[in-house]
């Protein structure tokens, strides 16, 4: 004779079933309620966490990071970005010089760096039998017009 495997109570004659009948209602029933639940979890919005300080996130939201982080992120993203302008600009302005000394030399032309200090200037002018102000003047032009052949002294 079967006997119910929860409860242990005999089991009608004939019966090819595991439980009795009580057992088996609450069995179902606990089944159910297990179903549903999982059914609840996989439905609901999993929760989620910022990816950076892992603070948990709005549910629902397709976010990555905290509000928080987000702002320090943008920060971040904004300073990267300058700093790759600058030195785009700092390549551009070598080979502006680059191309303003190679233009001084094809014309036999003598070539002055940018951002040369006064002390310097007034060296090289002298170097070059003429005024500061006039070497100033000549260089701001070369600057403008590489190759200009106006006479440096
Ligand atoms: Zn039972
Ligand atoms: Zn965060």
Known sequence: MRKCEIC???LPQGSRAWYCRTCGIKRRRERDRARHQRLLEASAPRERFCESCGAPLVPGSKARFCEACRDVRGREQAREQRERERAYLGEMGRRQENAREEA???RGLPHFR???????L???AREHRTSYGKLVAWMDLHRRRPGADEELA
């Open 8 to 10: 242990g109570a005999a």
């Open 104 to 106: 001084a030399q094809q």
């Open 114 to 120: 940018s951002g040369l200090g006064i002390e310097e």
């Open 122 to 124: 007034t060296r090289l």
